[in-house]
């Protein structure tokens, strides 16, 4: 399928060049170092297993690699920055030596640091700022884009966070709030890339919503590039009417989270983050859109 012409890509300033001069949605390969990532945690552990996956990932088509050391799924066991350390950074390296552009998926400054020395080139923080108070201080220092994701806890108290009565609307106001603060912090507001959350402080009640074409339209308007992290996620196990699916399966969650892709690319969002990449990029490559940097 083609999309408009007229829809318009906003990269984030401070993207490598080869990615600011697509003119297309970006494909975002996920690649969890952890033993408890929802769909894909134990797989990778081993660095070299890890990076190989990456450059699987890349040969596939993705633009980045986002690695990411501690699963963010409900319950899931907290661990130390160490711990995180030790499972990202070898992968950061072995990929960016390899010229691939790497996304460091983190809650912790210190994380991002190390990652962004190992050579990362984008800072990508589930927690929204909230989760380290020198995050932001150090986005202020550096001169790569920073993912705002929209959250309202962390793990296991993040179902209780979950209630909404405009959901776009309190996504949006709380996303802005963050970034308004992320602004006084120092952080540059042209390397802003937002991200609604998917899934985090979301049931699947909210999470549809989110991801009709209307939302993702709107969203595309709130004057920053927008990422959509919906691959695999548990919301697409329902249907919208909160019926399970009785044909829940990775398969059919790809199925969907490709769906979604097309969506995302019709509004013009800036990046869709996914595990299987090459259906995406299918997607992404039949769109028409013009591309921008931000100024
Ligand atoms: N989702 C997960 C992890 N990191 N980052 C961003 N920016 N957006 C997301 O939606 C997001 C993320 C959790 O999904 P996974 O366990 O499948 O990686």
Redesign the pocket.
């Given at each position: 399928m083609v999309t408009d012409s007229a829809v318009v890509v906003r990269h984030p300033k401070g993207l490598p060049a080869e990615l600011s001069q697509l003119p297309r949605t970006l494909v975002v390969g996920?690649l969890?170092v952890t033993p408890d990532?929802?769909?894909?945690g134990g797989h990778y552990l081993d660095p070299q297993q890890a990076i190989e996956h990456g450059l699987e990932l890349v040969s596939q088509g993705a633009d980045i690699v986002?690695v990411?050391g501690e699963?963010?799924?409900p319950g899931a066991t907290a661990i130390d920055s160490e711990t995180e350390l030790s499972r990202v950074i070898e992968v950061v390296m072995g990929l960016a030596s390899e010229g691939i552009p790497v996304s460091i998926?983190t809650r912790r400054s210190q994380v991002a640091e190390r990652a962004l020395e190992a050579g990362a080139v984008l800072v990508?923080d589930?927690s929204g700022g909230r989760g380290d108070g020198a995050m932001w201080p150090l986005m202020a220092s550096v001169h790569v884009p920073y993912?705002l994701?929209h959250n309202r806890g962390e793990g296991a108290s993040q179902d209780s966070l979950a209630n909404y009565g405009d959901v776009l609307a309190e996504v949006k106001r709380e996303l802005f709030e963050q970034v308004e603060a992320a602004i006084a912090a120092g952080v540059d507001e042209s390397r802003i890339v937002l991200?609604p959350?998917?899934?985090?402080a979301k049931r699947a009640e909210h999470n549809w919503p989110l991801v009709h074409q209307s939302a993702l339209d709107d969203m595309a308007l709130w004057g920053f590039p927008v990422?959509l992290?919906?691959?695999?996620?548990r919301f697409l196990g329902v249907h919208e009417t909160g019926e399970p699916r009785i044909d829940d399966s990775m398969d059919t969650r790809d199925a969907l989270t490709v769906e979604l892709t097309q969506r995302a690319v019709s509004s013009g969002l800036w990046a869709v983050?996914v595990?299987r990449v090459e259906a995406n990029v299918a997607v992404v490559n039949s769109s028409r859109v013009r591309s921008e940097e931000a100024p």
């Open positions: 996920v969890n990532s929802f769909s894909d986002d990411g699963s963010t799924r998926d990508n589930v993912v994701m991200d959350g998917i899934g985090f990422l992290g919906a691959s695999r996620k983050r595990h």
